[in-house]
T-cell receptor
Framework: DSGVTQTPKHLITATGQRVTLRCSPRSGDLSVYWYQQSLDQGLQFLIQ???????AKGNILERFSAQQFPDLHSELNLSSLELGDSALYFC???????????????FGPGTRLTVL | GQSLEQPSEVTAVEGAIVQINCTYQ??????LSWYQQHDGGAPTFLSYNALDGLEETGRFSSFLSRSDSYGYLLLQELQMKDSASYFC????????????FGPGTRLSVLP
């Protein structure tokens, strides 16, 4: 158990819908990361937040958005869903935000999103 | 663009040593991470190299050569539980932690 929790575990929805994925980082971790893992695209970094502020952005679609709240939990919002958005979405957290450090990220169990 | 290359599959027997290579071409380089992922599980961190050389952690070691844009993960005394996918990932920026992941190498350990 990494200490990172994600809800829900599974989500099934239809094209065009909007969903929200939730992540609670390890106690004390200020950084939260979101990743998408699909069979054809592998593991892709979406976005990083540090203490409530966006710190790094990867291949995140405009239909997707995220935020980190004052209690450090984070939400990933996916809208106008398409079949291709079906994937496993991981949240990770770490204590380190900037340069240096071990750069170790602790991954949650993931949310499996199925878009029908 | 950003690209990382790893072998897609590696097979070895229990007790053996295996090396998983990773070559990268990225717009920025600040370090190389390795992660292990069992089927149905989440990635777990194994190592991070920011400087050239070998880092050893128990049965696992990781090597980096920045001049060659190359790194490898060395697994010794293989055990059945090491059967998993292994991903290398490059940190591409210095302010945030934007990691680009490789396609993964599926390691099968045979008895």
């Amino acid at each position: 158990d990494s200490g990172v929790t994600q809800t829900p575990k599974h989500l099934i929805t239809a094209t065009g819908q909007r969903v929200t994925l939730r992540c609670s980082p390890r106690s004390g971790d200020l950084s939260v990361y979101w990743y998408q893992q699909s069979l054809d695209q592998g593991l892709q970094f979406l976005i990083q937040y540090y203490n409530g502020e966006e710190r790094a952005k990867g291949n995140i679609l405009e239909r997707f958005s995220a935020q980190q709240f004052p209690d450090l939990h984070s939400e990933l919002n996916l809208s106008s869903l398409e079949l291709g958005d079906s994937a496993l979405y991981f949240c990770a957290s770490s204590a380190i935000a900037a340069t240096g450090g071990l750069n170790e990220q602790f991954f949650g169990p993931g949310t499996r999103l199925t878009v029908l | 663009g950003q690209s990382l290359e790893q072998p897609s599959e590696v097979t070895a027997v229990e007790g053996a040593i295996v090396q998983i290579n990773c070559t990268y071409q990225t717009s920025g380089f600040y370090g190389l991470s390795w992660y292990q992922q069992h089927d149905g599980g989440a990635p777990t961190f194994l190592s991070y190299n920011a400087l050239d050389g070998l880092e050893e952690t128990g049965r696992f070691s990781s090597f980096l050569s920045r001049s060659d844009s190359y790194g490898y993960l060395l697994l010794q005394e293989l055990q059945m539980k090491d059967s998993a996918s292994y991903f290398c990932a490059v940190r591409t920026d210095n302010y945030g932690q934007n990691f680009v992941f490789g396609p993964g190498t599926r390691l099968s350990v045979l008895p």
